[in-house]
């Protein structure tokens, strides 16, 4: 009976073996292999982002940060992580919770290194020192952060980087992201963040059973980022921000013949230092919920009716409809009835008789109540789609918003009415349901002033690697083209002239020759919306602006100023080109 125990017994232990040694071999030695070999990841740095003319706008600051990996803690003493967390969390006055947390977040392997405290402060580090002593296993390792010199002023355009998310990790963990890492969250961090981020390099190092480094057996150096080159000149950007004051609205700069953003705007703002360094919950709480919502890039994400700028686009159809020709005159007596509506100008008395030119340099509401009926919603609608509004211009900024250009049918199908004459005479001086963005407005101006021809609006300029080689450049792109005849827009931009020469916008005459059109756009919450758009000088324009202030009242009294401001700075630094006012 004996004979037949240890025979089964020996038939256990071979079975058992062979099961170990056969079919979990290959289970055992990555185990093995992991226990011996470590992978240290060293990360690329991220590219600096800098203005046109080398000004950097975004740069890396060094931080230090503590890492362990997860196996050397039982064989040092510690039974459970959770058991090191807690000594951990004491020793840095950092809540047990937190800590916990980012363990979680960024654990990866029980072979792989997780940073387990970041941002430490080189107080922070000395204060550990005593501590770190005692404790082999962990590794204070050097990382860095973005650092935003100009804090608020480039907010909008730059964006900012945080630590990524478990969804964008779970979106994005394909592509060498690991919990803990940074990523760009907004703007051009985010637009460009493949070329920002670089590829990290690896250390492969051989350790001894306490987890000790005996040699490195392989390594691959990190490719750091590219480098950004914006088009935006930062001194042009601080003149915009300082022009719009405490004003709630926005302001963009491009050059007409390229698409280049020279300035963008928005107010208020924010610091995105907050979000790279960690933002408390009461400080996101006071963003998000901030009735101005500084976060909002008005650029590019407001959709508001854009007032009597819209002029210019009914007038470009009448023209090319054959509507209207330049000479023809039309009485304003300061009120038009239609049905039994009156629709008033905004000039108490009226504008007496006025021809094309001066209608658009007085912007007089009855001149194009007239033109717009006679043109139609219709002709409006496909018009205004032709101007680029109501369409994405694909600049190279996150959530660009569309706008919208309402129809007739749109009307009947979604409110269940049918279109009014009253909705053609609103629509006619960019009111009624019409709501267009900043951007949109600025590639429009650009394509009057250029005779044609949308360029895609562009922040960006080139990469360059850290020799300062260009990788790639980002060439003007064309996505429209206004496809009118150019003594149509030729007689637009007359009357664009006339209105800075002797018109809403004469407080823009200066030094240099330019053209524009006021705005003043009725808001329901509160005061119109003021709004100015332009190009200079008129002959070869160089520039084009496009100022909103949100509740600012007359276009004329408000939004001109502060364009004539950005304007003058423009030509001190870059030259008044053709002529003067």
């Not at 740069?59 to 967390?85: H, K």
């Not at 907004?186 to 690896?202: I, M, N, P, T």
């Amino acid at each position: 009976m004996l004979m037949i125990a240890y025979a089964l017994l020996f038939v256990i232990l071979l079975g058992r073996l062979w099961y170990i040694q056969v079919f979990m071999e290959e289970r055992y030695k990555v185990a093995a292999q992991e226990n011996r070999i470590r992978i240290h990841r060293v990360k690329a740095a991220r590219g600096f982002i800098y203005d046109r003319g080398g000004s950097p706008l975004a740069i890396n600051l060094p931080t230090f940060g503590l890492s362990f990996v997860p196996a050397s803690l039982l064989r040092n003493g510690y039974p459970s992580v959770e058991d090191f967390l807690r000594e951990l969390s004491m020793e840095v006055s950092i809540p047990y919770d937190e800590v916990c947390r980012n363990y979680k977040r960024r654990f990866y392997s029980n072979y792989w290194p997780v940073m387990i405290l970041d941002n430490l402060t080189l107080v922070q580090v000395v204060d550990l020192r005593n501590w770190l002593s005692s404790k082999p296993f962990l590794s204070l390792e050097v990382d860095s952060r973005r650092f935003y010199p100009w804090g608020d002023l480039f907010a909008h355009i730059l964006g900012y980087t945080a630590e990524i998310s478990e969804r964008e990790l779970k979106l994005y963990g394909n592509r060498g992201y690991r919990g803990g890492d940074q990523i760009g969250k907004l703007g051009v961090e985010r637009v460009y963040e493949d070329y920002l981020k670089g590829l990290d390099g690896y250390r492969e190092i051989e350790v001894d059973a306490l987890g000790r480094e005996v040699s490195v057996l392989k390594e691959s150096p990190p490719v750091n980022g590219f480098s950004l080159v914006l088009n935006i000149d930062r001194h042009l950007q601080k003149v915009a921000y300082d022009a719009l004051g405490e004003n709630r609205g926005c302001v963009v700069v491009m050059d007409p013949k390229d698409g280049s953003v020279l300035a963008l705007v928005s107010k208020p703002s924010f610091d995105p230092n907050t979000f790279v360094w960690g933002i408390d919950s009461w400080e996101w709480r006071d963003l998000v919920g901030n009735p101005d919502r500084p976060m909002f890039n008005r650029a590019v994400q407001a959709e508001l009716p854009p007032g009597s700028l819209f002029k210019v686009v009914v007038a470009l159809g009448a023209l090319s409809e054959g509507v209207v020709s330049p000479s023809r005159r039309v009485l304003c007596t300061g009120s038009l009835t239609v049905g039994n509506r009156e629709f008033k100008c905004w000039r108490e008395g009226g504008h007496g008789v006025v021809d094309l030119y001066q209608a658009i340099a007085q912007s007089c509401n009855i001149y194009f109540y007239t033109v717009g009926r006679e043109l139609g919603v219709g002709k409006i609608s496909s018009y205004a789609k032709r101007c680029g509004l109501g369409i994405k211009t694909g600049v190279d900024l996150d959530s660009e918003a569309e706008g919208f250009i309402p129809t007739a049918e749109w009307k009947k199908k979604k409110i269940g009415e049918p279109w009014y004459p009253g909705d053609t005479i609103n629509f006619s001086i960019g009111q009624s349901y019409l709501l267009v963005t900043p951007i949109q407005l600025a590639s429009l101006v650009s394509a009057i002033a250029n005779g044609g021809t949308f360029y895609r609006p562009k922040v960006a300029q080139l990469l360059q690697d850290e020799d300062g080689n260009i990788i790639e450049r980002f060439n003007p792109e064309v996505y429209w083209e206004l496809s009118l005849p150019k003594s149509v827009i030729d007689e637009v931009r007359k009357g664009m002239r006339l209105a800075v020469s002797d018109g809403t916008a004469r407080a823009l005459s200066g030094e240099f020759k330019a053209a524009g059109k006021t705005g003043s756009a009725q808001n329901p919450r509160g005061k119109e919306h003021a709004w100015f758009m332009g190009f200079a000088p008129y002959d070869d324009p160089k520039v084009t602006i496009v100022v909103l202030v949100e509740e600012g009242g007359m276009g004329g009294g408000v939004a001109v100023p502060i364009a004539k401001k950005i304007l003058d700075f423009f030509f001190r630094r870059y030259g008044y080109g053709s002529g003067k006012a």
